[in-house]
C-alpha cells in the first residue's frame, strides 16, 4: 500500500481573492528512503484557482516527526504551498509526485466561495427601504374607487396572473437552453422566471402612468400564488436540467415580508392621504422625481456591489435575461390587448409580467443551492436587473416626448387615448367632503 500525501485544506473551502496556506504531510509506517520526496502542486482549472510561489511540495527524511496517535508508531513529513482562489467555482488540487512507481498521485477537491462583503448587506438595506417609501407614495397616489372596480371585476388580474406563472417559467426554460447556459445559470434564470413580479412593475406603472391600482393588485396576488407554483416549476423543470431532483425550498417567510412590504406601506400611505389630503398631494407630486433620483443611486451603487458578477457574465447570460425580459413583456401585452382590450391595463399587465422579484429569486438561490453554486447562479438575477427596465424607459421617454408636444399644442388628450386625461383623475381616498355627503345621504335615507 502506497503513502497517501495528506493536504489540511480544513472544509476545502476558499475565500475568493484571500489566498490561504495549505499544510501538507505525508505519513507512513516508516521512512526506507534516504532522499525526499518531491511531490507538484497544480489545479485542473486555473481560472478558479492557481497555486501562488513555488508548486513543488518537498517532503525531507530531516523533517521526519514522530506520531504516537494510536497503537501504531508511525513518521511524517510536512510542508506547505499558498493556493488563490480568483473566480467562483469548483476545482480540484492535483498532487503529482516525482515517482509514481513509489507514490500514487492525489486529488482534493476545493470550491471558491464569495466573502460576505457590509456594503452588499448596506445595499439591500437600501432598497428595502427604496420599495417601502415608494409603496408608502403609491399609496398616496392610488384612488379608492378605482381599486374598488379592478377588485369588483378581476379579468384583468386573473390575466397577469396566468401570464406570471404559465408563461415565465416555461419561457425562461427554453431561453436557458436555447441560449445554451450552463446548468447552474439555466437553473438561476429557471427560478427568476418562475417567481411573481417584483417592485419595479409598480414603479414603471406609475412612470408611465398606467393603471398603478391593477399594478398593486397583481403584485399582491402573484406574490401569494408563488408559495406553490414557484416550487412546482422550479422542481418539475429542474429535474431536465440537472440530474438530480434540485432541492428547492421556498423561503416562506421571505414571501410574507415581500407580502407585507407591498400592503402596509400602500395601506398606510391611503390613510395618510385620506386624514392629510394636502401632504398626501405634496407626497404624489415628490414621487416622480423620487423615484428618478433613487434609481440613479441605485444603479451606480449596484454596478459597484455586483461588478464581480458582471464580469462573469458571458454575452450568452446577458442574451438569455434580455431575452426573458422583452419576450415576457411583449406576450403580456399582446395577451393583455386581446383580453381587456384596454391600453393602460394590457401595459400594467406587460409590466407585471416581464419585472420578476429579484430577492426572492436570489432568497431561492440561495437556499436552495450550496455555496459556491447560489452564487455563481445570483448573478443571473443581478443582470436581469439591469436589463429588464429597458422596454419600459423607452416606453417613457416616448411618452415625455409626446406630452411634450400635447403641452405645446396647448391639447390635453391621453396617451391611452382615453380622452381628456383630467376625467381619469380623482382623489387617492375619501376626503372629508366626500364622508359628509355619504353620511348626509344616509341620514336622509333614514
Same mark, same amino acid.
Given at each position: 500500500?502506497?503513502? #497517501?500525501?495528506?493536504?489540511?485544506?480544513?472544509? %476545502?473551502?476558499?475565500?475568493?481573492?484571500?489566498?490561504?496556506?495549505?499544510?501538507?504531510?505525508?505519513?507512513?509506517?516508516?521512512?526506507?528512503?534516504?532522499?525526499?520526496?518531491?511531490? @507538484?502542486?497544480?489545479?485542473?482549472?486555473?481560472?478558479?484557482?492557481?497555486?501562488?510561489?513555488?508548486?513543488?511540495?518537498?517532503?525531507?527524511?530531516?523533517?521526519?516527526?514522530?506520531?504516537?496517535?494510536? %497503537?501504531? &508508531?508511525?513518521?511524517?513529513?510536512?510542508?506547505?504551498?499558498?493556493?488563490?482562489?480568483?473566480?467562483?467555482? !469548483?476545482?480540484?488540487?492535483?498532487? @503529482?509526485?516525482? %515517482?509514481?512507481?513509489?507514490?500514487?498521485?492525489?486529488?482534493?477537491?476545493?470550491?471558491?466561495?464569495?466573502? #460576505?462583503?457590509?456594503?452588499?448587506?448596506?445595499?439591500?438595506?437600501?432598497?428595502?427601504?427604496?420599495?417601502?417609501?415608494?409603496?408608502?407614495?403609491?399609496?398616496?397616489?392610488?384612488?379608492?374607487?378605482?381599486?374598488?372596480?379592478?377588485?369588483?371585476?378581476?379579468?384583468?388580474?386573473?390575466?397577469?396572473?396566468?401570464?406570471?406563472?404559465?408563461?415565465m417559467a416555461p419561457l425562461a426554460f427554453g431561453?436557458? =437552453?436555447?441560449?445554451?447556459?450552463?446548468?447552474?445559470?439555466?437553473?438561476?434564470?429557471?427560478?427568476?422566471?418562475?417567481?411573481?413580479?417584483?417592485?419595479?412593475?409598480?414603479?414603471?406603472?406609475?412612470?408611465?402612468?398606467?393603471?398603478?391600482?391593477?399594478?398593486?393588485?397583481?403584485?399582491?396576488?402573484?406574490?401569494?400564488?408563488?408559495?406553490? *407554483?414557484?416550487?412546482?416549476?422550479?422542481?418539475?423543470?429542474? !429535474?431536465?436540467?440537472?440530474?438530480? #431532483?434540485?432541492?428547492?425550498?421556498?423561503?416562506? &417567510?421571505?414571501?410574507?415580508?415581500?407580502?407585507?412590504?407591498?400592503?402596509?406601506?400602500?395601506?398606510?400611505?391611503?390613510? *395618510?392621504?385620506?386624514?392629510?389630503?394636502?401632504?398626501?398631494d405634496k407626497v404624489a407630486e415628490k414621487l416622480?422625481? *423620487?423615484? =428618478?433620483?433613487?434609481? /440613479?443611486?441605485?444603479?451606480?451603487?449596484?454596478?459597484?456591489?455586483? !461588478?464581480?458578477?458582471?464580469?462573469?457574465?458571458? =454575452?450568452?447570460? *446577458?442574451?438569455?435575461?434580455?431575452?426573458?425580459?422583452?419576450?415576457?413583456? /411583449?406576450?403580456?401585452?399582446? $395577451?393583455?390587448?386581446?383580453?381587456? !382590450?384596454?391600453?393602460?391595463?394590457?401595459?400594467?399587465?406587460?409590466?407585471?409580467?416581464?419585472?420578476?422579484?429579484?430577492?426572492?429569486?436570489?432568497?431561492?438561490?440561495?437556499?436552495?443551492?450550496?455555496?459556491?453554486? #447560489?452564487?455563481?447562479?445570483?448573478?443571473?438575477?443581478?443582470?436581469?436587473?439591469?436589463?429588464?427596465?429597458?422596454?419600459?424607459?423607452?416606453?417613457?421617454?416616448?411618452?415625455?416626448? =409626446?406630452?411634450?408636444?400635447?403641452?405645446?399644442?396647448?391639447?390635453?388628450?391621453?396617451?391611452?387615448?382615453?380622452?381628456?386625461?383630467?376625467?381619469?383623475?380623482?382623489?387617492?381616498?375619501?376626503?372629508?367632503?366626500?364622508?359628509?355627503? $355619504?353620511?348626509?345621504?344616509?341620514?336622509?335615507?333614514?
Amino acid at each position: 500500500m502506497y503513502p #497517501h500525501c495528506i493536504a489540511e485544506f480544513g472544509n %476545502s473551502v476558499l475565500i475568493q481573492n484571500v489566498e490561504t496556506q495549505v499544510n501538507v504531510s505525508l505519513s507512513c509506517g516508516q521512512w526506507p528512503w534516504k532522499d525526499g520526496i518531491f511531490y @507538484t502542486v497544480s489545479t485542473e482549472d486555473d481560472t478558479t484557482a492557481v497555486i501562488t510561489g513555488d508548486p513543488h511540495i518537498y517532503l525531507h527524511p530531516s523533517d521526519l516527526v514522530q506520531s504516537a496517535n494510536c %497503537s501504531n &508508531v508511525s513518521v511524517y513529513a510536512v510542508d506547505s504551498f499558498n493556493i488563490l482562489g480568483t473566480t467562483l467555482g !469548483r476545482t480540484t488540487v492535483l498532487f @503529482t509526485p516525482n %515517482s509514481t512507481s513509489v507514490f500514487e498521485p492525489v486529488d482534493y477537491d476545493i470550491s471558491v466561495v464569495q466573502a #460576505h462583503s457590509l456594503i452588499n448587506n448596506i445595499f439591500l438595506m437600501f432598497i428595502g427601504v427604496l420599495i417601502l417609501f415608494c409603496n408608502f407614495g403609491f399609496g398616496c397616489v392610488i384612488c379608492l374607487p378605482k381599486l374598488r372596480a379592478v377588485l369588483s371585476r378581476p379579468l384583468a388580474p386573473f390575466t397577469g396572473f396566468v401570464c406570471q406563472f404559465l408563461i415565465m417559467a416555461p419561457l425562461a426554460f427554453g431561453i436557458g =437552453w436555447l441560449c445554451d447556459l450552463d446548468p447552474v445559470m439555466r437553473l438561476g434564470i429557471l427560478a427568476l422566471g418562475a417567481c411573481p413580479g417584483g417592485g419595479g412593475s409598480n414603479m414603471f406603472a406609475f412612470l408611465l402612468e398606467a393603471d398603478l391600482e391593477l399594478s398593486v393588485t397583481m403584485t399582491t396576488v402573484s406574490t401569494v400564488g408563488a408559495l406553490g *407554483f414557484t416550487p412546482l416549476w422550479v422542481w418539475f423543470l429542474g !429535474r431536465f436540467i440537472i440530474q438530480e #431532483h434540485p432541492d428547492v425550498t421556498i423561503p416562506a &417567510v421571505n414571501i410574507v415580508i415581500t407580502l407585507a412590504s407591498v400592503i402596509v406601506p400602500v395601506g398606510l400611505g391611503m390613510l *395618510f392621504s385620506w386624514r392629510k389630503p394636502r401632504w398626501g398631494d405634496k407626497v404624489a407630486e415628490k414621487l416622480k422625481p *423620487f423615484i =428618478w433620483t433613487a434609481s /440613479l443611486i441605485f444603479i451606480s451603487v449596484a454596478l459597484i456591489v455586483y !461588478r464581480d458578477a458582471l464580469f462573469r457574465a458571458s =454575452w450568452r447570460l *446577458f442574451l438569455a435575461c434580455n431575452a426573458l425580459a422583452a419576450v415576457g413583456q /411583449l406576450l403580456g401585452l399582446c $395577451i393583455g390587448m386581446l383580453i381587456t !382590450r384596454d391600453k393602460k391595463k394590457s401595459v400594467t399587465i406587460m409590466l407585471e409580467t416581464g419585472f420578476q422579484n429579484i430577492s426572492l429569486a436570489t432568497f431561492v438561490l440561495g437556499v436552495s443551492l450550496p455555496a459556491p453554486e #447560489h452564487q455563481i447562479a445570483g448573478a443571473v438575477p443581478v443582470c436581469y436587473m439591469f436589463v429588464a427596465s429597458s422596454i419600459p424607459t423607452i416606453m417613457f421617454i416616448i411618452l415625455k416626448v =409626446w406630452q411634450c408636444r400635447q403641452r405645446k399644442q396647448n391639447k390635453s388628450t391621453d396617451f391611452y387615448g382615453k380622452g381628456d386625461s383630467s376625467e381619469e383623475n380623482c382623489r387617492p381616498m375619501l376626503s372629508y367632503p366626500d364622508i359628509v355627503d $355619504i353620511t348626509d345621504v344616509k341620514m336622509t335615507q333614514i
